[in-house]
Structure formats: C-alpha cells, structure tokens
C-alpha cells in the first residue's frame, strides 16, 4: 500500500534554532517529493520538489533532502523564526496520473 | 503557476442543508481537483473536476453527496449536500497543467451544526 509517514507528529522549539522533519514513503513507482508548508487557516503552499536523480534542494532555509533507495526524505530549517510556525506536509507523486499521497504533517511551533 | 481562491472562507451550516463553495484560478488549468482535510487529518482527495464532463470520484466520496460542476477551465464548484456535523472540515481546491503539479487555494472552513 502506498503510503507517506511522518515524524515527529509535533514540534516546539526557540525562535533562532535548527530543526528536521522527517517522511518516509513506500510509494512505488515514486515520481516525485514535495514538502510544502501551511499555515493555520490557509492551503499547502510547495516549498521544494525533489525527483528521483535529485539529493538535496534548497530553498532559502528550508532544504530538503531525498534519499531514494531507502525512500527517505528530511526537511531541514535552519534559523528558525516565528513565521515558521505551521504544519510542514510530505507529498509523495507516484504513477504519472495517478493522485498525490499525502503525509499527515508535523506541526512546528517555533516560540519565542 | 497559478493563484487560487475560493468562496467562502469560512461557514457555519444547520445540518441538512447544502453549501456551495467556488474555486476560481487566475489562468486556464487542465485539471482541478477538490480535498477534505479534517481536523488533525491530512488531505484526502474527493475528486477531480473535468472539465465538459462529469467529475472523477475517489473511493467514499459519492456524487450525490458531493456534486462538482467544471463549466470552463478557471472554475469549479463543489456542493456539500444534506450536510451533518461529520462533514465538517477544511474544503481545499488545487489546480495545475497535471497531477504532479497542484497549487493549493486558501480553503473553505465548513462548520456544520
């Protein structure tokens, strides 16, 4: 069955520090990765997108890495602040045509 | 790629009722697609909008329940029909050129009473 999951469930740490989410998949055949990022009260805006030649895609402090033999991926931020606060999804496309495979999320909270 | 809104941002329904909630896209998609996203929950897809033909549904997600009308290809509706306290939720509206590639609208906040 494919499936996309992701750990911790939920995050809190000081303003100014590092973190790294985690999502493994057993998506097979696997197309592409999206990590994408939603605030409370809005939709999923795509922060990176990783294919399968792909290791490591940056995107200002967020960098995403993609380890496609053990199918492992980890959003890393670096310098956290505030605004980094939401929900970080894992997306996981498969079989060309076939829907996304949403991961559950890991809720970041990123206090002062 | 594209921006999205929908209509409306938020509602709070009596059970039994329908709501219609709209998704219109700055540019013309070739496919649009409608989610739930309930509390805690990640996104699960109810279907994809064709358009000039009716919509592809995912396994649990009936037509009657949820009718979903693509008249052009910058707009969609979705209907929650005979709504009950379940159906509450967040209603998201994607579209892009393919499945790979799907921007996110802001989301319909549905209370239902």
């Not at chain 1, 495979?101 to 909270?109: C, E, Q, R, V």
């Not at chain 2, 329904?13 to 409608?34: E, H, P």
């Amino acid at each position: 069955k494919n499936q996309v999951e992701q750990s911790p469930q939920s995050l809190i740490i000081l303003e100014g520090k590092n973190c790294t989410l985690q999502c493994n998949y057993t998506v097979s055949p696997f197309s592409n990765l999206r990590w994408y990022k939603q605030d409370t009260g809005r939709g999923p805006v795509s922060l990176t997108i990783m294919t399968f030649s792909e290791n490591t895609k940056s995107n200002g402090r967020y960098t995403a890495t993609l380890d496609a033999d053990t199918k492992q991926s980890s959003l890393h931020i670096t310098a956290s602040q505030l605004s980094d606060s939401a929900s970080y999804i894992c997306v996981v496309s498969g079989q060309a045509g076939t829907a996304l495979i949403f991961g559950k999320g890991t809720t970041l909270s990123v206090s002062s | 790629s594209a921006v999205i809104s929908q209509k409306p941002s938020r509602d709070i329904c009596q059970r039994g009722t329908s709501l219609t909630i709209q998704c219109q896209v700055d540019s013309q998609v070739t496919m649009m697609f409608w989610y739930r996203q309930q509390p805690g929950q990640s996104l699960t897809l109810i279907a994809t909008a064709n358009q000039g033909s009716e919509a592809t549904y995912e396994s649990g997600f009936v037509i009657d329940k949820f009718p979903i009308s693509r008249p052009n290809l910058t707009f969609s509706t979705l209907t929650v029909s005979n709504m009950s306290p379940e159906d509450s939720s967040i209603y998201l509206c994607s579209a892009g050129q393919e499945y790979n590639e799907q921007f996110f609208g802001p989301g319909t906040r549905l209370t239902v009473l």
